[in-house]
């Protein structure tokens, strides 16, 4: 299952409300999740089954979609969240799949 | 705290093989399913490998498969990657992770925050 991630770049603002898209080339049920990666940092799981929050994900994140259209939301930025973020799936696997990541600066 | 610390990378030529060791601390290794995820330079990760929490499943990316080997000694709490023919589409950090919860098979890789990687540079 391929995932495509868009914008590949989002540039906002400390404050503002920043909303990523994954879509799926297949349905992925509720088996969607979303990373966070830093630079010189391990990607960090946020968000899993679509919209259950990981713990220690703040609760600004929030996810949402069905099928093969998937939206991860920040509500309002902080300034550790301008990062690289990633979606995975594992509805069908082997493999595991990763989006190609949205950067949020 | 969770700890998984990566080690053995290196830079080698084509063909030849490497195996990288992941150490394990701070939560029941063996109840854990476990993964190997790598991320070459500039692009997003990549799944490679998982091995369930007894050792007795094991599955790859068809990239690897055939030529990779995970493993793990729940004795010692490491988790290895055994490379064999690597080529320079290898050239990647390789990451540990643990499945997201413990006794089940999530396939949610969970990274350790301070994790390192192991640099494997085929050329």
Redesign the interface.
């Known amino acids: 299952i391929v995932l495509t991630q868009s914008p590949a770049i989002l540039s906002l603002s400390p404050g503002e409300r920043a909303t990523l898209s994954c879509r799926a080339s297949l349905s992925v049920d509720k088996f969607l999740a979303w990373y966070q990666q830093k630079v010189g940092q391990p990607p960090r799981l946020l968000i899993y089954d679509i919209s259950f929050r990981a713990t220690g994900t703040p609760a600004r994140f929030s996810g949402s979609g069905s099928g093969t259209d998937f939206t991860l939301t920040i509500s309002s930025l902080e300034p550790e969240d301008f990062a690289v973020y990633y979606c995975h799936q594992r509805r069908s696997w082997p493999p595991v799949t990763f989006g190609g990541g949205t950067k949020v600066e | 705290q969770v700890r998984l610390v990566e080690s053995g990378g290196d830079v080698v030529q084509p063909g030849r093989s490497l195996r990288l060791s992941c150490k394990a601390s701070g939560f029941m290794f063996s109840h854990f399913a476990m993964?190997w995820?790598r991320q070459a330079p500039g692009k997003?990760?990549?799944?490679v490998a998982?091995i369930s929490s007894d050792g007795s499943d094991t599955?790859?990316?068809?990239s690897v498969k055939g030529r990779f080997i995970i493993s793990r000694d729940n004795s010692k709490n490491t988790l290895d990657l055994e490379m064999n023919f690597l080529t320079p589409e290898d050239t990647a950090l390789y990451?540990c992770?643990r499945d997201?919860q413990p006794n089940e098979v999530?396939?949610?890789?969970?990274?350790?925050?301070r994790?390192q990687?192991a640099l494997v540079t085929v050329s």
Request: hydrophobic share 35%.
């Open positions: 993964h995820i997003g990760p990549q799944w998982f599955y790859y990316t068809d990451y992770a997201y999530l396939v949610l890789p969970e990274f350790d925050p994790g990687g």
